[in-house]
């Protein structure tokens, strides 16, 4: 990411077919759906437009089919993204990855062990 030099950065994206690319602004959660006083179910306006800006900057991007390994940096500029594919790479969970790093965070919190997953600046996941 920010701290590859540009020459290995490209001969590594040729050899393992990554995609790096960049999505500018300040990152923000995903917001949570709201209820409208009509009961309909939506997505707050700031989250479609942060999933809109990911979409713009990806207008080059590969299709990936199978496993894949994802490098995401947040800053205060914008969001760097790395997309990896992994060859043979297999795992009986069939949860999204990032819902068993949320339960994990929220249970951690439930649990009194961090005061609120907030702190987290860094997570390393892998499903086996």
């Known amino acids: 990411m920010t701290d590859k030099s540009k020459d290995s950065s ?24 709201r209820m409208s006083r009509k009961g309909r179910v939506y997505t707050p306006k700031e989250t479609v437009l942060a999933e ?6 990806a207008v080059d991007a590969p299709r990936y089919e199978g496993p894949i390994e994802v490098e995401v940096e947040f ?6 993204i790395t997309v990896i594919p992994v060859e043979e790479w ?20 439930r649990a ?12 390393t996941a892998i499903k086996t």
């Open 112 to 123: 009194e062990i961090i005061p609120n997953d907030r702190s987290v600046v860094k997570i």
């Open 10 to 33: 490209k001969t590594q994206k040729e050899e393992r077919n990554e995609f790096t690319f960049f999505v500018e602004g300040r990152p923000i959660p995903k917001g949570r759906p």
């Open 75 to 80: 800053c205060e500029e914008g969001t760097y």
């Open 52 to 57: 809109k800006s990911y979409i713009g900057a």
């Open 90 to 109: 297999k795992t009986k969970l069939r949860g999204d990855l990032d819902n068993y790093i949320k339960l994990c965070l929220d249970g951690l919190q």
